[in-house]
T-cell receptor, first 110, second 111 residues
Framework: DVKVTQSSRYLVKRTGEKVFLECVQD?????MFWYRQDPGLGLRLIYF???????EKGDIPEGYSVSREKKERFSLILESASTNQTSMYLC?????????FGQGTRLTVV | EDKVVQSPLSLVVHEGDTVTLNCSYE??????LLWYEQEKKAPTFLFML????IEKKSGRLSSILDKKELSSILNITATQTGDSAIYLC???????????FGGGTRLMVKP
């Protein structure tokens, strides 16, 4: 059974904190993605990675960074969390156009 | 824990066929069900369903929600090769737009 696992389902962090969202996939996929989902805006791509140590900016990378040290793990980092980063974050991995999604992390920044 | 399951996992059809994709859910305090299409990197919103029994249509795509059965279907008629994509179902539950996504159905339409 294929799996994309996000480390937390719910997170509450304070403004200015450094936040790590972890995503692990067990399918040996090369491509991994981070999205955020906000009401009325759909899913927006933050960053993606085609291989270990490779990353590319998506549509809304500002305020975020990523790390891909191992193929199975793609981390999203909020260097200094702000209230406008309160959102649902979704991780995905894909191979040859077939994508699998994690269950999402609901982050609230207070 | 909230759960959304889509079936089939993948589907291969020929142009002109009609397909039906399924989404079932178990969530607390259901608010809405959303369908997305993912062809490239970011999924595209298709439908939002909140009321049972009311069909939403957009061209050859249509969707309906059955709250009694806790499920929804997405129909695509007269499929084209350009419909090849991953179709995602997501359910919003509780306040604060918490979404739970299904694993997706991978549709391939052959000429």
């Amino acid at each position: 059974d294929v799996k994309v696992t996000q480390s937390s389902r719910y997170l509450v962090k304070r403004t200015g904190e450094k936040v790590f969202l972890e995503c692990v996939q067990d399918m040996d996929h090369e491509n991994m993605f981070w999205y955020r989902q906000d009401p009325g805006l759909g899913l927006r791509l933050i960053y993606f990675s085609y291989d270990v140590k490779m990353k590319e900016k998506g549509d809304i990378p500002e305020g975020y960074s990523v790390s891909r040290e191992k193929k199975e793990r793609f981390s999203l980092i909020l260097e200094s969390a702000s209230t406008n980063q309160t959102s649902m974050y979704l991780c995905a991995s894909s191979l040859a156009g077939f994508a699998f999604f994690g269950q999402g992390t609901r982050l609230t920044v207070v | 824990e909230d759960k959304v399951v889509q079936s089939p996992l993948s589907l291969v059809v020929h142009e002109g066929d009609t397909v039906t994709l399924n989404c079932s859910y178990e969530v607390t305090n259901f608010r809405s069900l959303l369908w997305y299409e993912q062809e490239k990197k970011a999924p595209t919103f298709l439908f939002m369903l909140t009321s049972s029994g009311i069909e939403k249509k957009s061209g050859r795509l249509s969707s309906i929600l059955d709250k009694k059965e806790l499920s929804s279907i997405l129909n695509i008629t007269a499929t084209q090769t350009g419909d090849s994509a991953i179709y995602l179902c997501a359910v919003e539950a509780d306040a604060g737009n918490m979404l739970t996504f299904g694993g997706g159905t991978r549709l391939m339409v052959k000429p």
